[in-house]
T-cell receptor, first 113, second 108 residues
Framework: NAGVTQTPKFRVLKTGQSMTLLCAQD?????MYWYRQDPGMGLRLIHY???????AKGEVPDGYNVSRLKKQNFLLGLESAAPSQTSVYFC????????????FGSGTQLSVL | KNEVEQSPQNLTAQEGEFITINCSYS?????LHWLQQHPGGGIVSLFM???GKKKHGRLIATINIQEKHSSLHITASHPRDSAVYIC??????????FGKGTKLSVKP
């Protein structure tokens, strides 16, 4: 069972570079989420999707864009990376109701120099 | 003041001990989650509860809605229980508010 798969697991960027993080789930879940985790802080929601073709802003959306063209995939893009975006990024999904029974990916460690 | 407070921040226990991790919140909620983050970083959902008590193996989660407080108990703790335990509350708007986590270390 693959569950929720994030790629890449690690990445180092220079300020101003762009990149896309991919999240894929094979459980046919409706809801998908992108979080960031920073030292000394709780997880914070960046963007989320309530179904294929939909996206919405979370708590800290600035500097990020997302797309959900296929139900199983949720992409997180950084157009012009900044050092403040150094963080661990987690993707999650849930099957039926928003923010219930969450399944998480293994995380992506991103460093922006 | 944080909307979700966990205590203690760090906890060291000996194998076999009974462990309690606390979560207090200040907002109205519809549900509360307990999550486990492994040393390797992966996050697993342990419980979601809105009232009373839930049990899974050696883990027990309780919630008191009136007191806005939840506890996670681990009976007969084992070194493999070493992890960060995270409380998250689902607010009335449906959003999740996460605590900062409690780092548990169980020594053999």
């Amino acid at each position: 069972n693959a569950g929720v798969t994030q790629t890449p697991k690690f990445r180092v960027l220079k300020t101003g570079q762009s990149m896309t993080l991919l999240c894929a789930q094979d459980m046919n879940h409706e809801y998908m989420y992108w979080y960031r985790q920073d030292p000394g802080m709780g997880l914070r929601l960046i963007h989320y999707s309530v179904g294929e073709g939909t996206t919405a802003k979370g708590e800290v959306p600035d500097g990020y864009n997302v797309s959900r063209l296929k139900k199983q995939n949720f992409l997180l893009g950084l157009e012009s990376a900044a050092p403040s975006q150094t963080s661990v990024y987690f993707c999650a999904s849930s099957p039926i109701r928003f923010n219930e029974k969450l399944f998480f990916g293994s995380g992506t460690q991103l460093s922006v120099l | 003041k944080n909307e979700v407070e966990q205590s203690p921040q760090n906890l060291t226990a000996q194998e076999g001990e009974f462990i309690t991790i606390n979560c207090s919140y200040s907002v109205g909620i519809s549900a509360l989650h307990w999550l486990q983050q492994h040393p390797g970083g992966g996050i697993v959902s342990l419980f979601m509860l809105s009232s009373g008590k839930k049990k899974h193996g050696r883990l027990i989660a309780t919630i008191n809605i009136q007191e806005k407080h939840s506890s996670l108990h681990i009976t007969a703790s084992h070194p493999r229980d070493s992890a960060v335990y995270i409380c998250a509350v689902k607010g009335s708007q449906g959003n999740l508010i996460f605590g900062k986590g409690t780092k548990l270390s169980v020594k053999p």
